[in-house]
């Protein structure tokens, strides 16, 4: 289908030149910003899948909305299947020239087409065309394929200034007046993200484990819903569980009363969902297909990490375990979760309060997969590898540190469900096991550094029974 036949250009400028005189300058931008997924690749095109004029590209300030799909060569892991490109979202700024503050937004110098001779910048860093994405979050607008909503019993004030968070992300963020977080979503797919659905679902559900979302944003392409950005409520000082972890290591303190008070938060979360959202009971088929995952996932870890091979007979044993089990007739329960947990998604507030933040899901899986449900020892042992990894980041290693916190979060969790986590091991161990060996895939391509972390990990959970 092409998608300029069922979405007419909504900006005066045409959308082929537009893409043109753009087009030399993103292949070189876009690689280089850190939410780009699909680093190691070229770029051998764009296609424009929409684009918005937010304010006209003719004035001493444009800005542009644009939905860009991204072509490239396929890795060997998508496999030979065709592929369109991944689409981003774009917010573009056009001026005569930049101002010196603004030079770390540059995008380039446009050439030729209807913008030559303007300049073109990443403009969530200037505070105008920020102003205005809130603004039409404030006023709920519609403009062309855009539609910007909220709930009406938040307030918004007008005169909130923004700030873009500077700090390593894999989408972008804006702070307003320390009041509101706009996460703008970079990586655009049809449907409900889960970062949107997810918390509006559990703040309806009273569950205050979350900052309930204030406004979102929307494209309406064709048939389909795409979510482009959630506003919520900013925490104040609030710092991040992987932080504090780490500051409390430094300082020789024991993390276990905020490892319980996570345990407790993720399970007010998993309850609250499970209300709120359909389960399914998992049986011996559901159980077949989830173990085949896993066990093919370890193969081609193994193949491509040879340090890995000597553990694979154990973690088999992992997998084997829980495949026995759902043989024998045991069930097991699944439901909607977090999907990507770890110490870094969980945010303490000045006065103690956690809430679990991001729950767009491991963005490289599928949207119609991350929006299936789960057993919640997926989002259990995220949390206890995170503990792990905070401890090994600590030199030297303090012994047991790790062991107290993941007991105290197991603690925690029952605490509030009723069900301690550690008297279903078999299904945990598989759980742990298949995110370990995500690391240990992970570390070698990316942070070989690290590499020794998750092999511990897999060293143990390889060895026991
Ligand atoms: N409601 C909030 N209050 C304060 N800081 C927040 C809030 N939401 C997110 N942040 C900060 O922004 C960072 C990135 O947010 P996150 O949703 O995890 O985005 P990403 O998908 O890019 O990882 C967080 O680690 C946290 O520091
Ligand atoms: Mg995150």
């Not at 004030?157 to 706009?182: K, W």
């Not at 209300?275 to 370890?298: F, I, K, N, Y």
């Not at 759980?431 to 942070?447: F, N, S």
Request: proline share 9%; charged share 20%.
């Amino acid at each position: 289908m092409s998608e300029a036949a069922t979405h007419p250009a909504t900006a005066p400028v045409a959308r082929p030149e537009l893409l043109a005189s753009l087009d030399p300058l993103l292949r070189e931008w876009l690689p280089r910003q850190r939410w780009f997924a699909g680093k190691g690749r070229p770029v051998t095109g764009f296609s424009l899948v929409a684009v918005v004029e937010l304010l006209p590209p003719t004035a001493p300030l444009g800005l542009l909305h644009l939905l860009v799909r991204a072509h490239q060569p396929l890795s060997p892991t998508q496999g030979a299947l065709p592929h369109p490109g991944d689409c981003y979202q774009l917010l573009i700024g056009v001026r005569e020239a930049l101002p010196p503050r603004l030079a770390p937004a540059l995008i380039g110098h446009v050439e030729e087409g209807p913008l030559a001779g303007r300049t073109v910048y990443e403009a969530l860093y200037d505070p105008r065309p920020a102003g205005v994405l809130l603004e039409a979050l404030r006023t709920q607008a519609r403009i062309s394929e855009l539609r910007f909503e909220r709930d009406r019993h938040q307030e918004i004030r007008e005169d909130l200034v923004p700030r873009l968070v500077t700090a390593e992300q894999s989408n972008s963020s804006i702070v307003y007046g320390d009041t509101f977080i706009l996460k703008l979503l970079r990586r655009i797919v049809p449907g409900i993200n889960p970062d949107l659905e997810l918390p509006l679902t559990l703040s309806k559900e009273g569950c205050a484990r979350v900052p309930a979302p204030t406004a979102w944003m929307l494209a309406d392409l064709g048939e389909e819903t795409h979510v482009l950005g959630v506003l919520q409520p900013f925490i104040k000082g609030a710092a991040d569980g992987w932080e504090l972890a780490l500051r409390e290591l430094a300082k020789g303190e024991d993390f276990s009363a905020e490892a319980r008070a996570l345990g407790r938060a993720t399970a007010e979360v998993h309850m609250a969902l499970a209300r709120a959202l359909p389960t399914v009971t998992l049986g011996h088929a559901q159980m077949e297909l989830l173990v085949d995952g896993m066990s093919e996932r370890l193969e081609a870890a193994a193949q491509a990490v040879p340090a890995l091979r000597p553990y694979a007979p154990g973690l088999r044993t992992a997998f084997g375990a829980l495949a026995d089990l759902a043989a024998e007739g045991h069930t097991w329960t699944a439901q909607r979760i977090h999907g990507d947990l770890h110490l870094g998604q969980c945010l303490r507030s000045p006065t103690g309060q956690w809430t679990l933040i991001d729950f767009e899901g491991e963005p490289s899986k599928p949207l119609a997969e991350r929006r299936m449900p789960h057993p919640t020892a997926r989002d259990i042992a995220g949390m206890l590898r995170s503990f792990d990894y905070a401890a090994h980041s600590h030199h030297p290693l303090v012994p047991g540190w790790a062991d107290t916190c993941r007991s105290a979060y197991c603690t925690g969790y029952a605490e509030v469900t009723g069900l301690d986590p550690r008297t279903d091991p078999v299904l945990l161990r598989a759980c742990e096991t298949d995110k370990a060996i995500y690391e240990v895939l992970y570390e070698a391509r990316h942070r070989p550094d690290w590499l020794p972390v998750p092999l511990a990990a897999v060293r143990r959970l390889a060895a026991s029974p």
